[in-house]
């Protein structure tokens, strides 16, 4: 559970970032030198580019910003700087070579490591419960979950493996939608410690009643969307999902193709049958929202999410996750790349809410309906490039995280945010309705 206790912060502080480096050498390690400079996808970065962006935000949270030391190489912060130069761009910057960005991110750990070794974890608001440590261990993992989905991305044979979860021991017969009681409930975080700026601050919502999946929505129900015609028809649309949909010609979540009357799919470099039982995966806002309304529902507002999530009727507060406020284990979610996929549907028992909804942690990011914005308090902290500058843009949330997510990132006050055309990423979702039934022209439950 979170804990004050400095000491302690150290240690998971010291062990969030071995385990982050571990990560990233895995990604950057497991393909040649010339894979780590190639541009596997213009929506991408360079695997060479993350590699020594992320020493270089370690460079400039941890050495410059918490220990005051000058710059290493102040000559490179432009070229690693996600403002200066779009993704797409990044091939062709004079980056530092596979084996200087590996070196140069070395050192920087070396050198942080010792910083966090002196460092008091409280006094200033950067190193209090030993946040900066924590914001760069998160910052890490979220630029190795990048780097997995360039790997996604990349042609050929995979170079990434991992069990599979386990399968289902029995088909999961629970109900299919679960009622949250309205009222009340405190949505964002005061007291996490690692919490980002965009968590913050604790606050309470209203929240009318509704009725939310209780499972992420299945390929094979996806499949009857699209098998429905779900993509010839505007009616299901949002005039820009339907702009997207003709634009691209799109009939299937990315990576899907039809062939010989079946669904494949290529995944991790390998092509299979799309897995029926499994959460969707690769389907952009438009779509989670185009399906929504086929099926007669809506996605859930993003307090909904949180409120499902976190509320426990029994004690009437908020939890850190679904299961309570102990950390997730192998047991309760599918999160650190340990697995290379989503699990089945009705996976993860003791990970399920006190209402009995599973899977909100892990497996797959899941879509809201709400736009990303502030939080009534929100203070931008400890820079505004994190959350702020991106309020009110063109993006909606996501929550929840997924296979692809360490646990240092994922928690249930953590918020993501994407374009809605983005399909790339680890997203799923699962929809919601009113407790009204909202009239669908399938008709609602
Ligand atoms: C929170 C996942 C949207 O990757 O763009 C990484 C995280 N911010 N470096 C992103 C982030 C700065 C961010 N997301
Ligand atoms: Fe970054």
Not at 127 to 136: E, K, L, P, R, S
Request: charged fraction near 25%.
């Amino acid at each position: 559970g979170p804990t004050a206790d400095p000491e302690d912060l150290r240690e998971r502080a010291h062990a969030a970032l071995l385990a982050a480096r571990d990560r990233t050498n895995l990604l950057t390690t497991c393909v040649e030198d010339t894979e780590l400079t190639a541009q596997h996808s213009p929506l991408m970065s360079p695997l060479v580019w993350d590699l020594a962006h992320i020493g270089n935000q370690e460079e400039q949270w941890l050495l410059r910003a918490v220990a005051g030391r000058d710059a290493m190489r102040p000559e490179i912060d432009p070229l690693y700087d996600a403002f200066e130069h779009p993704r797409a761009e990044r091939p062709a910057l004079p980056l530092l070579a596979p084996a200087e960005a590996r070196h140069y991110a070395a050192e920087v750990r070396g050198r942080a490591l010792d910083v966090l070794e002196r460092t008091p974890l409280r006094g200033t608001p950067l190193t209090d419960a030993g946040f900066a440590f924590g914001m760069i261990a998160q910052h890490e993992q979220q630029h190795d979950e990048t780097m997995l989905i360039t790997h996604q991305l990349r042609a050929g044979p995979t170079a990434l493996t991992a069990p599979d979860p386990a399968p289902l021991e029995a088909p999961f017969a629970g109900p299919a939608e679960v009622l949250v009681p309205g009222g009340p409930f405190t949505m964002g975080t005061s007291t996490e410690p690692w919490a980002l700026d965009n968590e913050r601050p604790a606050h309470h919502r209203l929240v009318p009643p509704f009725f939310i999946d209780t499972t992420p929505v299945t390929n094979a129900a996806y499949l009857r969307f699209v098998e429905d015609g779900g993509y010839d028809q505007e009616r299901w649309w949002a005039p820009e999902g339907w702009a997207m949909v003709r634009q691209n010609r799109l009939t299937a979540p990315l990576f899907w193709r039809r062939e010989g009357g079946q669904w494949l799919r290529r995944h991790f470099g390998r092509v299979e049958q799309v897995p029926p039982d499994e959460p969707v995966l690769h389907v952009s806002w438009y779509e989670a929202d185009a399906f929504a309304r086929w099926a007669g529902r809506r996605l859930p507002s993003e307090e909904e999410w949180e409120k499902a999530a976190r509320y426990d009727p029994s004690s009437d507060r908020s939890m850190r996750y679904p299961w309570g406020d102990a950390d997730p284990t192998p047991e309760r979610a599918n999160l650190g790349q340990r697995h290379l996929r989503p699990a089945p549907a009705g996976s993860y028992p003791a990970g399920e809410s006190p209402l009995g909804v599973r899977q909100l942690i892990g497996d797959v990011w899941e879509w809201t309906s709400s736009g990303f914005l502030p939080y009534p308090g929100f203070a931008a902290f400890p820079y505004r490039e994190y959350s702020d500058v991106f309020f009110g843009g063109d993006y909606k949330v996501l929550r929840g995280g997924a296979f692809s997510v360490d646990a240092v990132a994922c928690r249930g006050t953590f918020r993501n945010w994407d374009h809605p055309v983005r399909r790339q990423i680890f997203a799923g979702f699962r929809t919601a309705r009113d407790v009204a039934p909202c009239a669908g022209p399938e008709g609602a439950a």
